[in-house]
């Protein structure tokens, strides 16, 4: 799939050889057979401009930032301009959406430039999410559009800021191009950095041919860059599939700990890296109800916050399949050795679930009956409908030996008694702690964030950017990237929507 004819190929604008930044590019994928990529160049924007430079992540990488703010920077970044030691490739995959299984996928718009080692010694890819069309776009136009770049942006620093693993964003160019959607759109593109861009979908795309030597060189491929202790295992394959299995319960109990949906967990959209990706009509949530669904095409709510626990197993199981040829010769028993791996999902959920809600309640230590104490708590939220963010937060800040200090998260439930009702079981408990309060409230402060992303200021970002103003991003970026550290000139952040402002659905925006 080399170069495929209706690709344009960039045009190398003059610029001064001076002034490109450099990249220490040290590519990987682009040595595996020709099969799992297509090389494909970006197709070139009319007017490339940066919009917004993540710096302290350009450092770790060990890019020039001031490199990068130049014009070589913004054309690089819109793929004007092809850097020395990139190989830009489009990544074959397939995958089931909704629950349908579609067998080719790919990058039908993003193209990866190509891997540098970051400044801890971890191999990341660079990967350009707009830049034209790829022999994967199928009907698309390959281009992506201001609104989802931005809200990609947003979504993904905050996610690193509250320290869950994500993919982040390098910078967001803008094209000088429009793009049609439902209405004419600002084209934009996302510089987007993760540890990998393998997908379960990668497997299945391999899986589904028959493929099974491809499947096992791309599990060498992984296991090589991001699980090495597995190939020390007796058993690498199922190795891989178990820490595979464990890095994703871990990651959907930590969206669930901080009320966030991914919106489209298709398997497309599962990185093996563990690592959250491809933030679509994803959102947190405000007032906590399970099964809160935002995304505007999941209709039955097959993403809803409390389906993603089931659904991440679903994936799983997808990905168990593929590998099914690595783990046995015997039919049967590769199929129990897949049964065995995908048996730690669920320890592994309940551990960082449980485990979270405890902290999240201010339970320095595991006991019987913490578990059924956290879920009540969320029940009378869910009936009460309190605000889920501002809850945990403000039940960080209540003393543990004086109920007059509730008055803030009482004021977050309907019908403030439901809360009372439970805290005197809580109390009850706190007071088996030996800690001093202080040192739960400050444990429960670090992983109660004071500030999410919320819909509506994420949405109020679009619009003025949509209008030329990013003013709006940045003061939400900033507030977003310092989660648990509480500022009162920004209280305002901490507000949920007023019934003007409320954001019910999010859009694909593809
Ligand atoms: P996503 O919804 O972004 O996860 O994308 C799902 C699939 O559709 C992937 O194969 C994308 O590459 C492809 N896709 C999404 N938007 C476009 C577009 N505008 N042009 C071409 N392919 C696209
Ligand atoms: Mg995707």
Same mark, same amino acid.
């Given at each position: 799939m080399n170069n495929p004819s209706d690709c344009q190929t960039a045009d190398q604008p003059a610029v001064d050889p001076a002034s490109v930044p450099v990249f220490a590019f040290d590519n990987s994928?682009?040595?595996?057979?020709?099969?799992?990529y297509a090389r494909v160049l970006p197709t070139p924007v009319s007017e490339p401009g940066l919009l917004r430079l993540n710096r302290p992540l350009a450092e770790q990488l060990g890019l020039d930032p001031a490199a990068l703010s130049n014009p070589a920077g913004a054309a690089i970044f819109a793929g004007n301009l092809i850097p020395e030691g990139a190989e830009p490739i489009a990544m074959a995959y397939a995958g089931h959406q909704y629950a349908q299984f579609v067998p080719s996928l790919g990058d039908g718009r993003a193209i990866l430039l190509g891997e540098l080692i970051d400044r801890d010694g971890v191999r990341r890819d660079i990967h350009l999410k707009g830049a034209g069309r790829t022999p994967f776009s199928r009907m698309g136009d390959g281009r992506a559009v201001l609104g989802p770049v931005l809200r990609e942006y947003l979504l993904g620093e905050a996610m690193a800021a509250l320290g869950i693993p994500t993919t982040r964003a390098l910078a967001m160019v803008a094209t000088g191009e429009e793009v049609y959607r439902e209405r004419i759109e600002i084209g934009a593109l996302l510089v987007r950095v993760a540890a990998?861009?393998?997908?379960?979908g990668t497997f299945e795309y391999f899986a589904r041919r028959g493929n099974s030597e491809a499947v096992k060189t791309l599990a060498d491929y992984v296991i090589q860059r991001?699980?090495?202790?597995c190939a020390e295992a007796e058993q690498p394959y199922q190795a891989l599939l178990e820490q595979v299995v464990k890095r994703q319960a871990e990651l959907i109990a930590q969206w669930m700990l901080v009320g966030f949906i991914h919106g489209v967990m298709n398997t497309d959209n599962v990185a093996i890296s563990g690592e959250t990706i491809d933030y679509g009509p994803c959102a947190f949530m405000?007032?906590?109800?399970? !099964?809160t669904v935002y995304s505007s095409i999941d209709r039955y709510g097959r993403y809803a916050w409390d389906q993603q626990p089931s659904i991440g197993y679903w994936n799983l199981t997808q990905l168990a399949n593929c590998l099914l040829p690595l783990l046995g010769d015997d039919a049967d028993g590769a199929k129990q050795t897949a049964r065995a791996a995908l048996d730690h999902y669920g320890k592994a959920f309940e551990t960082r679930y449980y485990g979270g809600l405890r902290t999240k309640i201010g339970l320095l230590d595991a006991r019987t009956g913490d578990d059924e104490l956290a879920l009540d708590l969320l029940g009378r939220m869910a009936a009460q409908q309190a605000d889920f963010t501002n809850t945990f937060r403000a039940l960080s800040e209540v003393d543990a030996e004086d109920p007059a200090t509730d008055a803030k998260v009482r004021a977050l439930f309907a019908d403030p008694a439901a809360f009372d009702q439970w805290a005197l079981q809580w109390r009850e408990r706190l007071?088996? !702690?030996?800690?001093p309060d202080c040192e739960r409230q400050a444990t429960m402060r670090a992983v109660n964030?004071?500030?999410?992303?919320r819909n509506h200021r994420v949405q109020q970002a679009i619009d003025a950017a949509n209008h030329g103003d990013l003013a709006p991003l940045d003061r939400l970026l900033e507030v977003v990237s310092k989660p648990f550290e509480e500022h009162p000139e920004c209280a305002a952040y901490q507000q949920p929507p007023g019934p003007d402002e409320v954001v019910e659905r999010t859009f694909c925006g593809t």
């Amino acid at each position: 799939m080399n170069n495929p004819s209706d690709c344009q190929t960039a045009d190398q604008p003059a610029v001064d050889p001076a002034s490109v930044p450099v990249f220490a590019f040290d590519n990987s994928y682009a040595r595996l057979p020709e099969q799992f990529y297509a090389r494909v160049l970006p197709t070139p924007v009319s007017e490339p401009g940066l919009l917004r430079l993540n710096r302290p992540l350009a450092e770790q990488l060990g890019l020039d930032p001031a490199a990068l703010s130049n014009p070589a920077g913004a054309a690089i970044f819109a793929g004007n301009l092809i850097p020395e030691g990139a190989e830009p490739i489009a990544m074959a995959y397939a995958g089931h959406q909704y629950a349908q299984f579609v067998p080719s996928l790919g990058d039908g718009r993003a193209i990866l430039l190509g891997e540098l080692i970051d400044r801890d010694g971890v191999r990341r890819d660079i990967h350009l999410k707009g830049a034209g069309r790829t022999p994967f776009s199928r009907m698309g136009d390959g281009r992506a559009v201001l609104g989802p770049v931005l809200r990609e942006y947003l979504l993904g620093e905050a996610m690193a800021a509250l320290g869950i693993p994500t993919t982040r964003a390098l910078a967001m160019v803008a094209t000088g191009e429009e793009v049609y959607r439902e209405r004419i759109e600002i084209g934009a593109l996302l510089v987007r950095v993760a540890a990998g861009h393998v997908r379960v979908g990668t497997f299945e795309y391999f899986a589904r041919r028959g493929n099974s030597e491809a499947v096992k060189t791309l599990a060498d491929y992984v296991i090589q860059r991001q699980y090495p202790d597995c190939a020390e295992a007796e058993q690498p394959y199922q190795a891989l599939l178990e820490q595979v299995v464990k890095r994703q319960a871990e990651l959907i109990a930590q969206w669930m700990l901080v009320g966030f949906i991914h919106g489209v967990m298709n398997t497309d959209n599962v990185a093996i890296s563990g690592e959250t990706i491809d933030y679509g009509p994803c959102a947190f949530m405000d007032t906590f109800h399970p !099964q809160t669904v935002y995304s505007s095409i999941d209709r039955y709510g097959r993403y809803a916050w409390d389906q993603q626990p089931s659904i991440g197993y679903w994936n799983l199981t997808q990905l168990a399949n593929c590998l099914l040829p690595l783990l046995g010769d015997d039919a049967d028993g590769a199929k129990q050795t897949a049964r065995a791996a995908l048996d730690h999902y669920g320890k592994a959920f309940e551990t960082r679930y449980y485990g979270g809600l405890r902290t999240k309640i201010g339970l320095l230590d595991a006991r019987t009956g913490d578990d059924e104490l956290a879920l009540d708590l969320l029940g009378r939220m869910a009936a009460q409908q309190a605000d889920f963010t501002n809850t945990f937060r403000a039940l960080s800040e209540v003393d543990a030996e004086d109920p007059a200090t509730d008055a803030k998260v009482r004021a977050l439930f309907a019908d403030p008694a439901a809360f009372d009702q439970w805290a005197l079981q809580w109390r009850e408990r706190l007071a088996t !702690q030996t800690q001093p309060d202080c040192e739960r409230q400050a444990t429960m402060r670090a992983v109660n964030p004071a500030y999410i992303p919320r819909n509506h200021r994420v949405q109020q970002a679009i619009d003025a950017a949509n209008h030329g103003d990013l003013a709006p991003l940045d003061r939400l970026l900033e507030v977003v990237s310092k989660p648990f550290e509480e500022h009162p000139e920004c209280a305002a952040y901490q507000q949920p929507p007023g019934p003007d402002e409320v954001v019910e659905r999010t859009f694909c925006g593809t």
